[in-house]
């Protein structure tokens, strides 16, 4: 494979384990190129919002004589895909909340049981809550650091029946990742209490009513985290 992903999409692309994949959201298709080269992948759908990014993603395409393997779409999250035309979608790199505006426009294909490889930037608990409530289950969850920014990815997968209810604590950090004792979750705690203690050291000088409501919320912030690593770290 002559197609170097990022760490971070490197760990993506790993969770990805069917035959038929859609990469929404997909920006230059370097992750699709990649899984149209992985053992066992049979056909991928690249699909952008955007039309710049088709038209890179399709030169990109076709420079790697993959045309054959990949369908590169102008697409606003599912709003391109037919029913049962993949197994798994990937969706990376954005905001939660506009990654929760694109599975609820998806619905039809949740409905129908669609495997999910999600890598959100921002509101990881919330995702996280969204998919049990709607009924998905999460498998597998990786936690790595790319040029100095931790990452987060899900892979989630429709339940037979019911709905699965993580604690507060699962839901904010991962119920994978805490269940396996992950490193690098630890060591994101670990430098979140460092931050804390020290923007508490820099607001107690301050003297002010709202620097000592801020206080406050660290401490109980603090306080959180102390309890996580005890229970399972």
């Known amino acids: 494979m002559d197609i170097k992903l990022s760490k971070r999409m490197q760990a993506v692309a790993d969770m990805v384990m069917e035959k038929k994949v859609v990469d929404i959201g997909c920006d230059h298709a370097f992750v699709s190129i990649y899984l149209a080269q992985k053992p066992g992948v049979e056909a991928v759908i690249a699909m952008d919002v955007k039309k710049g990014p088709v038209d890179i993603a399709r030169a990109n395409v076709a420079s ?8 590169v779409r102008m697409s606003n999250g599912f709003d391109a895909l037919k029913e049962g035309e993949a197994q798994t979608a990937v969706i990376a790199g954005m905001g939660g909340y506009l990654m929760i505006d694109i599975l609820k426009a998806g619905y039809k294909h949740l409905d129908d049981g669609i495997k999910l490889v999600l890598q ?6 919330v995702v996280r ?8 289950d999460i498998i597998q969850e990786e936690m790595l650091i790319d040029d100095g920014k931790y990452y987060t990815i899900i892979r989630a997968e429709k339940l037979e029946g019911g709905q699965i209810n993580y604690s507060e604590d699962q839901y ?3 119920p994978v990742l805490l269940n396996g004792k992950h490193p690098v979750l630890k060591e994101y705690l670990e430098l979140s209490r ?17 620097a000592q409501d801020r206080i406050t919320q660290l401490k109980s912030a603090i306080e959180d985290i102390d309890r996580v690593l ?4």
């Not at 790697?64 to 369908?71: A, E, P, R, V, Y």
């Not at 809550?129 to 998905?136: A, E, H």
């Not at 508490?200 to 009513?209: D, N, P, Y």
């Open 120 to 125: 959100p930037q921002s509101d990881i608990d």
């Open 194 to 210: 460092a931050k804390n203690n020290e923007l508490i050291e820099k607001l107690s000088v301050m003297g002010t009513e709202k």
């Open 172 to 174: 904010c950090y991962g």
């Open 230 to 233: 005890q229970e399972f770290y």
């Open 64 to 71: 790697h004589n993959l045309t054959h393997k990949i369908d």
């Open 129 to 136: 809550k969204y998919l049990t409530m709607v009924g998905y």
